[in-house]
């Protein structure tokens, strides 16, 4: 891009979209595209408490950390929200954040209704959110039910937990039923175009303007 590209006098301020869903509802697939196709949009890496599972990757999926780290980061006000998962702690560390937005940088957030709720209060201007359900019943409960890594009590609880989840779905902007992936990271990217397009959000366009007023 040239340097008289408007895109660079027009400073933006990044946004938090909030993707949540009940687990198995195809929302990480969905981040996944999304961070592959929007190189404007990184991932905020939550901290946890709970166990890592097979594959997963320390510092990528998640920074994983024990119980007295991650209450010593929460009297520090390092989290930006957290909140209590199926028995552990989840939380998303503050810094990053701040350092995306202030660049103009989005940051994509897997977080739940719980985290969601405190994101409003904290960042009600910067945040948008977008809720996934599935299509189905039965297909939420086949996708919960074949992720061969959980044991019978793990599932149970995340049928109950997907039950809570999904009662939270009018707190959000958007809501997207997942019945095609692609379909769905369409509507994702719609969405996300629009929200970095609202007037409120391109803080530097006064002075774009001015500079295209020639003659004053
Ligand atoms: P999992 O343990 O399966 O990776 O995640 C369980 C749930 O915790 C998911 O609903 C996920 O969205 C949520 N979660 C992950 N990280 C955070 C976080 O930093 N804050 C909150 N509030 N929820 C999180």
Same mark, same amino acid.
């Given at each position: 891009m040239s340097d008289t590209s408007a895109s660079r006098h027009i400073h933006r301020r990044g946004l938090l979209l909030v993707l949540s869903s009940?687990?198995?509802?195809g929302k990480s697939t969905i981040s996944k595209r999304m961070l592959a196709l929007d190189a404007n949009l990184s991932m905020s890496v939550s901290v946890t408490t709970r166990a890592m599972r097979p594959g997963e990757v320390d510092g990528k999926d998640y920074h994983f950390i024990d119980k007295a780290e991650f209450e010593a980061r929460v009297t520090r006000r390092e989290l930006l929200e957290h909140a209590q998962v199926f028995g552990n702690y989840y939380g998303t560390p503050r810094g990053p954040v701040e350092e995306s937005l202030r660049a103009g940088r989005d940051v994509l957030f897997d977080i739940d209704w719980q985290g969601t709720q405190q994101l409003a209060e904290s960042a009600a201007d910067d945040l948008v959110r977008i809720f996934i359900l599935p299509p189905s019943a039965s297909e939420l409960e086949r996708r919960l039910t074949t992720?061969?890594? /959980?044991s019978a009590e793990v599932i149970a609880q995340r049928m109950s937990k997907a039950n809570d989840e999904m009662s939270?779905?009018?707190?959000? /902007?958007y809501v997207i039923v997942n019945e095609d992936v692609e379909t769905s990271v369409a509507a994702v990217q719609s969405i996300l175009l629009a929200e970095r397009l609202k007037r409120r959000r391109q803080v530097g366009m006064s002075d774009f303007v001015r500079s295209l007023q020639v003659g004053k």
């Open positions: 009940p687990s198995g509802a992720r061969a890594q /959980d939270h779905w009018s707190e959000y /902007d």
